[in-house]
């Protein structure tokens, strides 16, 4: 059957993934703010529109795959302007709500649509613009991704989702088109608690890796072979094979920005808070990746957290 979807945000993840709903047969309307990311996803056979409300008018099914929780509440909702700041609230930031509004999401979905984010965003900022959604009798299903934009292009992406159970059914047949490992974790914001447990994860390991790294150099001691070995072991990873490889060859083109590394991990901090939970390891990786981007360094692979503790190490030298 042929869907009729939207697609928001056609950065490093959101273009592969539109264009691979494209391929499958599906018709597509879109929305971006660069023409330039709109060119390859329209000459595929997309129709492109004027407005995040002009999509939602024109689909049954909205995605959205944006940086940050304010872009979201933004192109949703019409509030929360900008990027960056808080996470834990949606609310207009200028006098101009009312235009925002119009031009958003909200203003032109109908009843029995289906919101799906796809970004990685606050959960209880989830929460609330599924609430805002309901009275328009839309859902919302938040479905965070891992496996940068290799996994988005292949469509081999692991997608944790959360929302009712019945519209987690409705799509599942589109998501397996987007990923191959498609898990309904829960309710509304449970995919991306899901997701913020994947970073603390897969945080804690990339620092793993390069402590393990260091270590062996500051011995005199091949890190070539050293991976070769633990790789047959229990400490074998996918990161290990993957980052402990680009530490080693000092590449750091970016699959996964750090500086999205580092905003996934403020998330994950703002709702320990909320809960009353200490995670010193998460909050380590935090620092490393704040150390890393305040340099500059935000624009390179996570897996450059790395450089962050050489620097470290470093005593003063220049790295």
Do not use: W
């Not at 795959?65 to 900008?82: F, N, R, W, Y």
């Not at 032109?108 to 606050?122: E, L, Y």
């Not at 402990?244 to 750090?258: E, H, I, S, V, W």
């Amino acid at each position: 059957m042929t869907a009729r979807i939207g697609f928001i945000g056609l950065g490093i993840m959101g273009r592969p993934m539109a264009l691979n709903l494209l391929a499958a047969g599906h018709e597509l309307s879109v929305y971006a703010r660069r023409t330039e990311a709109l060119t390859p996803v329209t000459d595929a056979g997309a129709r492109a529109c004027d407005s995040p409300a002009g999509v939602a008018r024109e689909a049954d099914i909205v995605f959205t795959m944006l940086a940050d929780t304010p872009d979201v509440a933004e192109v949703v909702l019409g509030t929360g302007g900008g990027t960056g700041g808080s996470t834990t609230g949606v609310s207009a930031s200028d006098g101009g709500g009312d235009d925002r509004r119009a031009r958003a999401v909200i203003a032109g979905i109908r009843p029995g649509s289906v919101v799906v984010d796809m970004s990685t965003i606050s959960p209880a900022v989830t929460r609330q613009i599924a609430a805002e959604l309901a009275p328009a009798g839309a859902t919302m299903l938040d479905a965070p991704v891992s496996g940068g934009d290799i996994g988005a292009r292949d469509g081999t992406l692991s997608i944790m989702v959360g929302g009712p159970a019945e519209a987690f059914a409705q799509l599942a047949p589109l998501f397996e088109i987007l990923g191959r490992h498609v898990v309904h974790v829960g309710e509304h914001g449970a995919g991306q608690i899901c997701k913020a447990c994947n970073q603390i994860v897969v945080g804690q390991t990339i620092a793993g890796v390069g402590e393990a790294l260091l270590l062996a150099e500051a011995a005199g001691v091949d890190g070539a072979r050293v991976r070769e070995a633990l790789l047959g072991g229990f400490a074998g990873s996918r990161i290990l094979e993957v980052h402990g490889q680009r530490m080693l060859d000092d590449n750091y083109t970016p699959g996964f920005k750090a500086a999205l590394h580092q905003k996934d991990m403020r998330i994950v901090q703002e709702t320990a808070h909320e809960l009353g939970l200490g995670l010193p390891g998460a909050a380590l990786v935090a620092q490393l990746l704040n150390t890393l981007v305040g340099r500059g360094d935000g624009g390179l692979d996570s897996a450059a957290l790395h450089l962050a503790q050489r620097r470290l190490n470093a005593q003063g030298e220049s790295s």
